[in-house]
């Protein structure tokens, strides 16, 4: 028997840094948290077979239409995310709506964050998260293939 093949393999830095790829994904239409989930698991790398929970093996994502994102009911205005200053009589209160009347980016990098482990590594992932409102982004030198978010589970 050969031991040698029960070995799990883990991606050095360097190698994980090669094999990152640029990802454009389309917003339009789709629901908020149903797409970060799988904008998230891109990010992480949790797609590729030489995935490694402690080195950033993730893939650089471009998210266009961000404007365009979804939600169901009336979690427009129900949902409330609340965040603390720190000081007394600090604590701030804050809906889907309010985060996009400020710029979808901020409501979908709140929602991948999310996400994301809380740690250095997360902070490194969400770095590598583009966000855009419209349908044009500044990325074409990098290549970026699309993708249809709705095929990957």
Known sequence: MEYNSYKTASV???????????VVVDAEGQILGRMCT??????RGKYKPSYTPNVDCGDNVIIINAAK???????????VYVRYTGFPGGQ???TPADLLAKGADK????V?????PK?????R????????????????AQQPKTIDINTLK
């Open 12 to 22: 050095s830095k360097e190698a994980a840094q090669e094999a990152k790829a640029w």
């Open 38 to 43: 799988k904008v998230a698991k891109l990010l």
């Open 119 to 123: 740690n250095r590594l997360g902070a």
């Open 69 to 79: 994102v979804q939600l169901t009911g009336n979690k427009w205005n129900d949902r």
């Open 92 to 94: 701030r209160e804050f």
């Open 125 to 140: 992932q969400i770095a590598h998260l583009y966000i855009f409102d419209g349908a044009e982004h500044n990325m074409q």
């Open 112 to 116: 991948v964050k999310g996400m994301l």
């Open 107 to 110: 409501l979908v990098r709140k």
